[in-house]
């Protein structure tokens, strides 16, 4: 004999906290792509806007941890986030309440902020001057808290390939479990361009404060003698459990090794790069870490070329220069050119001062070398050879401090977050657990 459950659901009320920060967020991306024909985010937003962890050291530009959360890059960047937003949002806020859900959503975002931040010695010593915006880690948060209250929600998710939808069912819980495997990874692997231990953070964030912030559920439920073949469950299953549980033990790794290495992985070179050639002259800025031998060219012609001669020769960074001492430079031969991957001449004649880390700090000289030609396969080639008249190179470490008091706090942030996420995973998944039953699919994202 079996019981059959009669559910007597909680009253639903609007989700006005999600369609407000829906609204909030496609409102500044108007405001903020407006130049760009709605296209993509203007440049003077980025800039007094979006997150960059090197102005942490500035007290006046704290408001940035906010600011980026509502940023978005592109119309691509702004519709996936509302979509997802939407749909993992509404249902949440439903259950936890206006003030709970907004909590939540905020509280994650910050934290994601903090772990893309402690990350640094991961993800690459530039990461600390890209700046980084989007309301991801916020919504990160809300698919964390998701997959602990709805593990067995199914889900009908459509991918498009080539404007084809492949279209299948699956589960909250396989589908969520999927993505943070994936951008977990990704992390590691450092694929550039996004922000995934933002991601990672605030997905952790959404399963710590779940438990938190959840009130019981307040649906009642009554029981009567007869046949009925749907039956409820409560939890993650063993199985998932361990799964997630060794993703976040990887991430706890990575903080640990973040914050061992805070101090060495934050030298930050700021480049003024000044190229003349037949009296007509060229500025722009670069950036270069030592550590990986890491850099951003500029992205103005001649000052790009004259960099990256000087980076691909290894006159940038000279471990055997006495410091704080002119010193004369002379490079001559075929180098192999980074990212292309073929043999270029180049000649560099001048005078350079390293300092105590072995990085070019002051150079003037002048450069010979053959030109890179890329068509728009992106297949490049060697062209014309060039003569640059003179070359002024002035670096300074932008960084200072930043490692110690920013990075390594940050990171011990995150090793402490996920040790409270790993808690609740283990020992307090049935506690936060929604009961519901397993029936058709009702839940049906466009992805």
Excluded at 330 to 354: E, H, L, S, T
Aim: glycine fraction near 6%; hydrophobic fraction near 50%; include cysteine.
């Amino acid at each position: 004999m079996s019981y059959e459950w009669i559910w007597t659901p909680r009253r639903r009320e609007r989700p006005i906290a999600t369609y407000t920060l829906i609204a909030i967020n496609v409102a500044i991306y108007f405001a903020s792509s407006a130049q760009n024909f709605f296209s993509s985010v203007t440049q003077e937003w980025v800039d007094r806007f979006a997150y960059v962890p090197i102005m942490l050291q500035n007290p006046t530009q704290w408001y940035r941890i906010l600011s980026s959360m509502f940023l978005h890059g592109d119309i691509f960047h702004i519709f996936f986030n509302m979509m997802f937003l939407y749909w993992f949002g509404k249902e949440i806020e439903q259950l936890l309440g206006v003030k709970k859900y907004l909590a939540l959503y905020l509280a994650s975002g910050i934290v994601a902020t903090i772990f893309h931040t402690g990350f640094t010695p991961i993800m690459g010593t530039l990461n600390l001057i890209i700046p980084a915006l989007g309301a991801s880690g916020a919504i990160s948060g809300l698919l964390g808290a998701y997959l602990m209250l709805y593990p067995r929600r199914r889900l009908n998710i459509c991918w498009f390939l080539f404007l084809i939808p492949l279209c299948f069912t699956t589960t909250a819980l396989f589908f969520l479990l999927f993505w943070f495997a994936t951008q977990v990874i990704y992390g590691y692997l450092r694929f550039g361009g996004i922000a995934f231990f933002a991601h990672v953070g605030g997905f952790i964030a959404g399963i710590a404060l779940i438990y938190l912030l959840k009130r019981r559920s307040i649906e009642t439920f009554y029981y009567f003698l007869k046949p009925y073949d749907l039956y409820t469950t409560k939890g993650l299953g063993s199985i998932a459990k361990t799964l997630l549980s060794i993703l976040l033990i990887a991430v706890l790794i990575g903080s640990t090794y973040s914050t061992a290495n805070a101090t060495r992985s934050a030298n930050v070179y700021i480049i003024d790069v000044n190229v003349c050639n037949q009296d007509i002259c060229f500025r722009d800025q670069a950036a270069y870490t030592p550590l990986g031998d890491e850099a951003i060219s500029p992205s103005i012609d001649l000052p790009r070329i004259a960099f990256n001669r000087l980076l691909w020769s290894g006159v940038i960074k000279n471990d055997i220069a006495p410091p704080s001492t002119l010193v004369p430079i002379d490079f001559r031969g075929n180098v192999v050119a980074r990212d292309y991957g073929i043999r270029i001449f180049m000649q560099i004649v001048g005078r350079g001062v390293y300092d105590e880390r072995g990085v070019l700090i002051n150079f003037t000289g002048s450069i010979v070398t053959d030109v890179i030609n890329v068509n728009i396969w992106g297949i490049a080639s060697r062209g014309n050879r060039i003569y640059i008249d003179r070359v002024d190179l002035k670096s300074q470490d932008v960084a200072k401090n930043v490692g110690e008091f920013i990075v390594r706090p940050f990171a011990l942030v995150s090793s402490f977050i996920t040790l409270s996420s790993i808690f609740v995973v283990v020992f307090k998944d049935r506690d936060i657990t929604e009961e519901e039953f397993l029936g058709p699919p009702i839940y049906t994202p466009w992805i």
